[in-house]
């Protein structure tokens, strides 16, 4: 096998063999407003790169044994044109300053390394996210996916997640019954300590989950670690693997990994809560357990918050950005209308409209709820103006927050 150092070479068109390195792995396409695009991951180096389409059909011909001749041949049956010299000389060269051309050099491979991990600490750190990597926790989940790895097999994964749902439905539909054995439990608090303490070390697993689905489908998880993100502390695993995975039930279960754990760890908790004690701490502590499970599988799956539920939504329409895109999308139409959105694909407007609609659906509701709640507990504390003042104030404060968030983000892109 050949590759390609010297792109002017006379012949190198007709000659080179070039190959990516067996590590790289080209993801499917994914939309993104008006545009496909393709992640590119290098396993090696956790590196990750954006292309377009065409980019990535060229990319998926170089195996080493097509010459890039014979390959300029299937592109132009592809896409309807021929690639010109300076046109290999820019991939070419875009993939060597990313050291995915087979071989590369050990020292070159290293500066990547040290390049994407500047990056990634740099986009783990801002005023509401904050994330610190636990050390030699990621290289745990390689063993753990041998040994537990056969919880995400559909024979033992199917029954799990039925029985845990059933659970979460009873809970739901229970739920005054559970709140008052926690009220009502002697030592409450402690009831609730222990309930939430159990309930982060379900989280840990939780996340653990989305590392060990990750390695089913060949991928590897680059962090493990414990995260700020405005306004709570929780356990978090970056798998950013699952967006070169080639099919979307694989990202799919990827991301419900840890809601599956959540499910499941209902289970020992309703069984204390019908079998075990019918009184008393033991059984405050079981309805404190299921309660605060079932919070957090709920939420998990709501779609809005970008927890595990936005993520297999995003996966399963293979899109990139769901929210943000769908937002944008909402707000051109709104400003010009038909023409504002005209640019986009048909399937890109639907789904595009439809998260939009979804997004409006819960966040309408759940913002007048708030709101009304907060403006009676005020009314009842003082009077119906300073509560109004008291709102008003806020939503100044939420909105300035909000654009220095985006302002402090648009810069911190720019500087990186």
């Known amino acids: 096998m050949t590759t390609v150092s010297d792109p002017a070479a006379a012949g190198w068109l007709a000659e080179a063999r070039p190959a990516l390195r067996d590590a790289v792995r080209i993801g499917p396409g994914l939309q993104k407003g008006t545009a496909v695009v393709h992640v590119i991951g290098d396993r090696d180096t956790h590196a990750f790169l954006r292309v377009g389409p065409r980019e990535a059909f060229l990319m998926s011909q170089l195996d080493g044994q097509r010459t890039l001749a014979d390959i300029g041949v299937q592109y132009a049956g592809q896409f309807g044109k021929r690639l010109g010299e300076a046109h290999w000389q820019q991939l070419l060269g875009l993939l060597h300053s990313h050291a995915l051309i087979d071989p590369a050099a050990p020292e070159q491979l290293d500066a990547v390394r040290e390049k994407t991990e500047v990056a990634r600490r740099a986009a783990g750190k801002s005023p509401l996210l904050w994330r610190r990597p636990l050390p030699g926790a990621a290289e745990l989940v390689v063993p753990l996916a041998r040994r537990i790895g056969w919880l995400l097999h559909p024979l033992a994964a199917v029954p799990l997640a039925l029985l845990g749902t059933a659970i979460a439905v009873f809970v739901l539909l229970d739920w005054g019954t559970l709140w008052s054995a926690v009220s009502d439990s002697p030592s409450r608090w402690t009831a609730a300590l222990v309930g939430f303490i159990v309930g982060w070390l379900v989280i840990a697993g939780h996340e653990f989950f989305h590392g060990i689905a990750c390695v089913r489908y060949g991928g590897r998880p680059t962090e493990i670690g414990v995260m700020w993100r405005f306004p709570m502390i929780a356990p978090y695993c970056k798998v950013d693997d699952v967006v070169t995975f080639p099919r979307p039930g694989q990202r799919v279960v990827t991301s ?27 059984h405050g502590l079981a309805a404190a357990l299921l309660l605060f499970g079932v919070t957090a599988a709920v939420a998990n799956l709501v779609p809005v918050l970008k927890l595990d539920g936005y993520h297999m939504l995003e ?3 293979s899109t990139s950005n769901l929210q943000g895109e769908s937002f944008r999308f909402a707000g051109a139409f709104l400003r010009r209308g038909p023409a504002g959105v005209a640019g986009y694909p048909r ?21 007048v709820f708030l709101v009304r709640s907060w403006y009676f507990s005020l009314a009842h504390w003082w009077n119906p103006g300073i509560a109004v003042a008291v709102l008003a104030v806020e939503a100044v404060a939420v909105c300035g927050l909000l654009r220095w968030a985006v302002v402090w983000k648009r810069r911190a892109t720019e500087a990186a």
Do not use: E
């Open 256 to 282: 419900f990994a840890g809601i599956y754990v959540n499910l499941i760890a209902l289970i020992p908790f309703a069984a204390l809560w019908l079998w075990g004690p019918q009184s008393g701490w033991w």
């Open 315 to 317: 996966h399963a329409t």
């Open 347 to 367: 399937r890109a407007k639907v789904i595009y409209t439809g998260y939009a609609v979804l997004a409006t659906a819960i966040l309408g509701p759940a913002i």
